[in-house]
């Protein structure tokens, strides 16, 4: 009967589907990004990938990336969906916790995760010029260079690099000792500077400040435990 031809196919299609769907979705997750890719993601997406990412890295299951394919690929241009403002700590590097290949993430990094107008600059090239659609503040727990924000260290250069994270210092109340032995103390106050970070970028940056308002680039916070491997979003 010619009538059921058509959900005859369609059954065969669907089970064709599911039969190839695993397939499909790893290659997904392991594409090393081109113009096409890169054009195709939402802010939205890229975020979830990242916490896709970070999920995977914290279950033991990262992907198996072919690094030197990666440089194959990438080696006559370069389409990162990403930048990733973090603090230098060896702990949180970016690619390894959000579980990201070659040419998928930008990735400034200072001690304190703040920015300057060097650091501004670079999310400008990255955003406006490069066509990254999500930049993310990520934080963590047990920072060093908070730590000293909140002692008042002095050390050379590292005095100047530390003042940057005095506002975020002040705008913290929480109970007990203003210093690095509290370590509630601490992580709110590294919670603090994501925060004034993210809002720092917005109101610095007018070329970030459009595209966000253009709805092309999403500027979000996170913080990075390193104890447990997790990110959690800051809102
Ligand atoms: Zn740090």
Redesign the pocket.
Known sequence: MKNNVFPRVLGMSFALSLLFLPILEVSAQTVTQTSATQAALTPDAILQALMDGNERFKAGNMLDRDFVQQVSMTGSGQYPHSVILS???SRVPPEIVFDQGLGDVFSPRI??NFVNTDILGSMEFATAVAGSKLIMVLG?TE????KGACDNVELGNLTHTLSNIAPAVYSVNVDGARNSSNKEFVDAVAHSNVELTVQNILERSSVIRDLVEQGKVKVVGAMYNVKTGEVTLVN
């Open positions: 603090c230098i700590d001690a304190g963590h920072c060093g260079a908070v």
